[in-house]
């Protein structure tokens, strides 16, 4: 166990629909960034927050949308699903700038169908 | 932009003999860290190690070593004594120290251990 908590492991849907992404980050960590991995893409960083607040975005898309709650853990909104959204997302959580690595959880496999 | 680059797509390495996985960068800053991940079948990232570049002493981990050349924007993992436990996807990956804290993922290689 990571220490870094993403739910649910695993979610089908079907195109258009709209699915909610859970990242508790590590005890202590104040960033949280969200990745996608996929087979044709690799990993890609979406979104970094850091306290609470947006601190960088990466190729997310526009039907994307992610915040981070008080108690630090951190949602990522995906709507409007298209089959390409398919794919493997992680959350990762450091405790400050990340120079000592991240964290990652085990990540929510999403199929769009 | 920073990339990373891993030319090595799989590797494959006999159980307890050596194998080295390569891992070129281009940046044009001075000051980042470097990472290797792996992603074992249970698609779990874990840090193996990390380096950061202005320290020029190599890093090491028990059976894991880099060899990092930050003139040739180089850094190469060593896996010493192969276990069966080490097949994965391996990841290289790039984080300037100033400036946007994202992480730059390579392509990844895939490491089979042969019994």
């Known amino acids: 166990d990571s220490g870094v908590t993403q739910t649910p492991k695993h979610l089908i849907t079907a195109t258009g629909q709209r699915v909610t992404l859970r990242c508790s980050p590590r005890?202590?960590?104040?960033?949280v960034y969200w990745y996608q991995q996929s087979l044709d893409q690799g990993l890609q960083f979406l979104i970094q927050?850091?306290?609470?607040?947006?601190?960088a975005k990466g190729n997310i898309l526009e039907r994307f949308s992610a915040q981070q709650f008080p108690d630090l853990h951190s949602e990522l909104n995906l709507s409007s699903l298209e089959l390409g959204d398919s794919a493997l997302y992680f959350c990762?959580?450091?405790?400050?700038?990340?120079?000592?690595?991240?964290?990652f959880g085990s990540g929510t496999r999403l199929t769009v169908v | 932009a920073q990339t990373v680059t891993q030319s090595q797509p799989e590797m494959s390495v006999q159980e307890a003999e050596t194998v080295t996985l390569s891992c070129t960068y281009d940046t044009s800053e001075s000051d980042y860290y470097l990472f290797w991940y792996k992603q074992p079948p249970s698609r779990q990232m874990i840090l193996v190690i990390r380096q950061e570049a202005y320290k020029q002493q190599n890093a090491t981990e028990n059976r894991f070593s880099v060899n990092f050349q930050k003139a040739a924007k180089s850094f190469s993992l060593k896996i010493s004594d192969s276990q069966l436990g080490d097949a994965a996807m391996y990841f290289c990956a790039y984080r300037a120290n100033f400036g946007n804290e994202k992480l730059t993922f390579g392509t990844g290689t895939r490491l089979t251990i042969i019994p």
């Open positions: 927050y850091y306290n609470g607040e947006e601190r």
């Open positions: 990762a959580s450091s405790v400050g700038r990340g120079g000592y690595g991240y964290t």
């Open positions: 005890s202590g960590d104040l960033s």
